[in-house]
């Protein structure tokens, strides 16, 4: 089981990125699916997620109204959309998943590191002020 991010990379403030996660190894149709960043000497910290149907999304409050996540369920693709980027922003972006099928959690546990057991290796953005 294997989750891919790609599509990070170095821009200037105000620009965009669009991130992705492939699956592979197993379909994560049925799954809760998240990003979470890490910045140098920092913690991992949790970005948006997104339920398994797809109906609803939630964000930390920093991203709100510039970031958004999708999912493709019939290419098993993740997305996040990042608008108007910030330096702030900068750092390794991890997508995540978690293992049961159709779960529904109460709101924080999106949030929660230890909801996801799948991760992905991260991929870079940098944002240059």
């Known amino acids: 089981v294997q989750l891919q991010a790609s599509g990070g990379g170095l821009v200037q403030a105000g620009d965009s990125l669009r991130l992705s996660c492939a699956a592979s190894?197993?379909?994560?149709?049925?799954?809760?699916m998240g990003w979470f960043r890490q910045a140098p000497g920092k913690e991992r910290e949790f970005v948006a997620a997104i339920t398994w149907s797809g109906g609803r999304s939630y964000y930390r409050d920093s991203v709100k109204g510039r970031f958004t996540i999708s999912r493709d369920n019939a290419e098993n693709t993740l997305y996040l959309e990042m608008n108007s980027l910030r330096p702030e922003d900068t750092a390794v972006y991890y997508c995540?998943?978690?293992?049961?099928?159709?779960?529904?959690?109460?709101?924080?546990?999106?949030?929660?590191?230890?909801?996801?057991?799948?991760w992905g290796q991260g991929t870079l953005v940098t944002v240059s002020s």
């Open positions: 995540a998943a978690d293992r049961s099928p159709r779960r529904t959690y109460i709101e924080s546990a999106y949030y929660t590191k230890g909801t996801y057991d799948y």
């Open positions: 190894g197993r379909t994560f149709t049925d799954n809760v």
